[in-house]
């Protein structure tokens, strides 16, 4: 100790060599040590990776489920704001209703929208979308209403043809994008693309909102009336949002229920 702390100039090289010696005996005998340590983290570390895995799986599933949500919010968004910007120049107060089922019968078009008697709803209301006229309610509840599509084959509306006002009658087939133009004589001036309108007649639709274009037109020669065939404007398998037609005024609310819709 004595030449080592005086002499560290001569000490420091041996002392580097002895290190140097002895290294691999260092090592060998902390092999036991570092042999368990890395059997535990070995063990630690799949076990870890498995947890991982199963974590990650699970964060995968959730957000591809909120990414189908996220979509159909953007789809829904979009109908919305095909609702809010419709071209067609609506006559009288609106209300917006989603559609929240439908008949199961193929060949019936009737759907259960979540308005009712309570929002003022009542039976023969037009039902518009977007594009034209989708139906009109055929049942009222106190919270939910019916309505019957215009490819039913239990419906008809009167409509016109916009190019020269030539009117007749709108058929449902129970097909959902065929309807039939009933009644017009094959010397009438109908062609394909001609579009139909509401006429107005009956007091039932408003008059002047789409209603479907002429798809064919067949004329035997052997028939009083030609075979016309229509496919409607609305998207009648598509929309899920609706459009109810107020073409009367809206029901008076008593003070009780005006002064307590304020207060909320």
Do not use: C
Request: hydrophobic share 40%; aromatic share 6%.
């Amino acid at each position: 100790m004595f030449v080592d702390s005086r002499f560290k100039s001569v000490t420091d090289p041996v002392r580097y060599r002895l290190n140097g010696l002895f290294t691999p005996v260092y090592e060998l005998m902390s092999w036991p040590g570092r042999f368990s340590e890395w059997a535990v983290d070995n063990s630690m570390s799949a076990e870890a990776v498995r947890e991982e895995n199963q974590y990650l799986k699970s964060q995968l599933l959730v957000l591809s489920g909120r990414l189908q949500k996220f979509s159909e919010l953007a789809a829904e968004n979009s109908r919305l704001r095909g609702l809010i910007d419709s071209t067609i120049v609506v006559d009288g107060r609106v209300m917006i209703a989603e559609i929240v089922g439908v008949d199961p019968d193929p060949f019936r078009h009737i759907m259960l929208i979540n308005k009712g008697a309570d929002e003022g709803i009542y039976a023969g209301q037009t039902v518009l979308d977007a594009r034209g006229i989708m139906g009109q309610i055929i049942e009222v509840g106190p919270r939910t209403s019916r309505a019957m599509l215009i490819a039913d084959r239990e419906h008809a509306l009167p409509v016109r043809i916009a190019r020269n006002g030539i009117r007749a009658i709108a058929a449902g087939t129970g097909d959902i994008d065929r309807l039939v133009l009933q009644y017009v004589p094959e010397s009438a001036d109908v062609k394909a693309g001609d579009l139909l309108l509401s006429s107005g007649l009956g007091l039932r639709f408003p008059a002047g909102y789409p209603v479907g274009v002429v798809s064919k037109v067949t004329k035997t020669g052997s028939s009083e009336f030609a075979d016309i065939q229509l496919k409607p404007v609305a998207e009648l398998d598509r929309s899920r949002h609706v459009l109810l037609l107020f073409s009367r005024p809206a029901r008076v609310q008593a003070p009780a229920a005006v002064e307590g819709g304020s207060n909320g």
